[in-house]
């Protein structure tokens, strides 16, 4: 059964899923009872019971935090053979929220990978409260910069994700493929996958990374695999015909 509990901002869930998280390919920990922390209201992080941790990894490092909900945090280097992550892992002995007691946190980016069951999970913990749907559509998309039109398609896929505005997904050969310029910027998303980017050069301007692609997409996303979507944000796009508000996002 999963329980959720809120004690003041911050909200806790058991998971469901087994975690493992690792360091230079060892297994640090590995859990199926997880527990959901929303430390910031975006998305969660994984805690670990102590017992499904291998403290014998850990060493204090000295360093404290102090969280106006949570109490004071106590840092821990993480150590495998061969590599040292330094303040890796987490926390609170005397926590002001009792569910947190006896469990252990780590850094994301202080680790080298993180499993949900068998899936590695990147960048972030998946929110169970985030939905990721691709729906086939015939809405007529057209996407202009500095009024050139760079991409015109009745055939595009439209990307819905809890909290984003919607992504117009469109076919390559919908777009201005003489426009395009290769990137050797990449980016993750938990939910969809590893992100390859174009730049665009519009009238000897280069627009940079306006534009991106997931190649192998997870499995979730698969049916946006090869199409490429514009920052809603950046470029102006018209559906059927009429124009729409650049929305305000982190990434306007």
């Known amino acids: 059964m999963t329980t ?4 003041g901002r911050v909200k806790i869930q058991d998971g469901q899923k087994r975690v493992r998280v690792y360091l230079n390919g060892e297994c640090v920990a590995d859990t199926t009872g997880v527990k959901l922390v929303w430390e910031k209201p975006y998305y969660p992080v994984y805690y670990f019971p102590q017992a499904d941790v291998k ?3 850990l060493t204090p490092s000295g360093e404290e935090k102090r969280s106006p909900s949570r109490g004071t945090a106590t840092y821990f280097n993480v150590k495998t053979a061969g590599q040292e992550a330094e303040n890796a892992a987490y926390t609170y002995p005397d926590p002001q929220i009792e569910e947190l007691a006896g469990l252990v946190a780590f850094h994301w980016r202080a680790m080298d990978a993180w499993f949900e069951e068998d899936e590695e999970v990147f960048v972030h913990a998946r929110d169970p409260y985030t939905r990721v749907d691709a729906l086939a559509s015939s809405r007529h998309i057209e996407v202009k910069i500095n009024g050139v039109t760079v991409a015109d398609s009745t055939r595009p896929t439209l990307l819905f994700e809890t909290g984003l505005p919607i ?3 469109l076919p390559l050969t919908d777009v201005r493929m003489d426009l395009l310029r290769n990137s050797d910027t990449t ?3 938990p939910y969809k996958g590893e992100a390859n980017y ?4 519009v009238d000897g301007e280069l627009v940079e990374d306006i534009l991106w692609y997931y190649k192998y997409p997870v499995e979730e996303s ?3 695999a090869g199409m490429v979507s514009f920052y809603n944000e950046k470029v102006d796009i018209y559906v059927d015909g009429e124009a729409e508000e650049r929305p305000k996002t982190m990434f306007s």
């Open 4 to 7: 959720t509990a809120s004690r």
């Open 187 to 189: 980016t993750q998303c």
């Open 55 to 57: 403290m014998d990894l």
């Open 198 to 201: 174009y730049t665009l050069d």
């Open 167 to 169: 992504r117009y997904y």
């Open 222 to 224: 698969s049916r946006i």
